[in-house]
């Protein structure tokens, strides 16, 4: 790991419209170590990805990617720069087939032997998916769309993966699956994971350092397995 | 059988009240103020009388009581289709193709025009397939571009007296530039919104046909518009070229149907590449194909411009057979028809918006007898389509079978 962070906010701002949902958020991802984000509903951390993506405009401040300011630089470019994300509520194309879905992901590759190693190795990774290539992707299970989702995201060959409350409406079964997934992810490929959680027990498990925000703002920023032990934190988002 | 009727009679029963209570006002009020039960009294027993038949028919079915007639009928239909499944696609273009070649032979000079009629649509609803069926984006103001296509090549050739095929580019260009310029503002939208503004752009080029008096002729329109020109080497006095018009309709079909083939194989060639498959993950989720790294406003654009070309070029060709343009052939109506097909056929699929083309040009002009109901049965139509087959009369193909043909 070098001093360099791959991915930095420097005190950005953003909302929509009116709607301040960011006040000057400055978080640091280290290259190769998984960093959670976790949060209650409405604090933010949604609006952090998108900020990030430049789906939503930051108003204020800096986004650095690689030391280089990604502010204006359009969405669909990021995938390129080797940043990607898998949004919130998982947002697979429901009437294309598994297959597709993979293939849409490298959409911005030419290489075509790699992209069909790369969906065999998609495949791998999660065999469901391999048994239901040709099925169309609204039928998945919730737990399949997830897994579909983030395969589609690693087609991209990223070097940050950005992903957004990955365990949203599944099984805890299926959660602790995808977790599993994500550290996987994270020590074969030397990804970058940037993971936004409600659920702070298994975010903060699987990773080594974590922000809390509230609001808007971060409000907390240590080792994960701090964060774990912290009274506070135990009390307000672990339940006890 | 007493069960199933005991299931259906209700239903059936408050239908036929609501079936008199839609048609006493249709039939019973009299526009001098008298109001009157006896006509529709009538229509309506034997309405009733005649889904009651239907309602038996079902019944006994639903119970198996009538499975010696049934079984048989069923056993020909699946086999039937299960015969026409195995059949290869080609032998169904093959024999679509020549179909369309011998056709002009043995039609008259009506069915010809109407064929023609069939096939510029064709090109239009295609057209309109790759805005609406693949990127999904629905475009009311469509005709506009069909319009652009029309105006082009009617002004080229009246003003500097330029042949038809040297227009015909220019035509696709001009309704190609024009849906660039129409599409760079609207496509930040989405959804409804756009529907709206594309609505209005739409009658904005028919409003500027109408009112530019000096390019355009205004509502009189462009007369005396040159048909179709073709060259032929003449011997007579030296090698030259000699110009043929193309004067017969027969001749024109045969033109109208290569440009209905480059459409059909341009469309098709488009659906099953790179830009088809930007396209379709736009239609599906856009915030998501823009994280895949999918430039949606260039590809949304690109669609935008690839449909209006197709109509440019079906707008040529309708100019050049009708010699005659005016803004009155491109109103909204129009837009709302091509819509109608597409969605008729099934979004995205070819042969489905052939069928539907061919359903709503050509069963109008077999049933000409009945034109007062022609929109009664047209809104009926649409109704039980979209209650029985909501995808169209031929759904495109679901994707996944798309990997499949690789293999």
Known sequence: MSDQPILEMKNVHSGYGSIKALKGVSIKVMPGEIVAMIGA???????????????????????????????????????TMGLCQ????????PRLSVEENLILGAFYRNDKDQIAKDIQHAYDLFPILGERRRQEGGTLSGGEQQMLAIARALMTKPKVLLLDEPSLGLAPIIIQQIFDIIKDINREDGT??????????????AASRGYVMETGEVTLEDKASSLLENPKIREAYLGE | MIQEFKKVWKPYVIG????LGLLWPMLGVHPDGTLTFQKTFTVWSYIVAGSFVILLVYVLNASGSITFITNPVSKAVSGAKSSAQAMPTWVWIVTALVACFVFPQFADRYGTDVAINVLLYICLGLGLNVVVGLAG?????????????????????TVYGLAFWVC??????????????????????????LAIVTLGFGEIIRLILNNWMELTNGPNGILGIDRIGWFRFAFEGGIGFETIWVKKLGLF??????????VVIGVNRLNFSRVGRAWESIREDETAAELMGVNTFIYKLLAYAMGAFFAGLAGAFFAARMKFVSPESFTFLESAMVLCMVVLGGMGSIPGIILGVAA????PEVFREFEAYRMLVFGATMIIMMLFRPAGLIPAKRMGQRSDDKE
Do not use: H
Not at chain 1, 192 to 205: K, P, R, S
Not at chain 2, 16 to 19: A, N, S, T
């Open chain 2, 16 to 19: 036929m009240l609501w079936m």
């Open chain 2, 137 to 157: 984006m629905l475009d009311l103001g469509y005709i506009a571009f069909y319009g652009v296509g029309a105006y082009t090549y009617a002004l080229l050739n």
């Open chain 1, 192 to 205: 970058t994971i940037l993971v936004v959680e409600q659920n702070a027990n298994l975010a903060l498990q």
């Open chain 2, 253 to 262: 079909y045969y033109f109208a149907l290569g440009l209905t083939i480059l």
């Open chain 2, 360 to 363: 709503l040009i050509a069963l």
């Open chain 1, 41 to 79: 509903n409405g604090a933010g951390k949604s609006t952090t990805l998108m900020t990030i993506c430049n789906i939503v405009q930051a108003e204020q401040g800096e986004v650095l990617y690689e030391g280089r300011v990604i502010n204006k630089v359009n969405p669909e470019k990021l995938p």
């Open chain 1, 86 to 93: 898998v949004p919130e509520g998982r947002r697979i194309f």
């Open chain 2, 168 to 193: 015909l580019p220019f035509a696709g260009i001009f309704a190609c530039i024009a849906g660039c310029i129409v599409g760079y503002p609207t496509l930040r939208m989405r959804g409804d919104y």
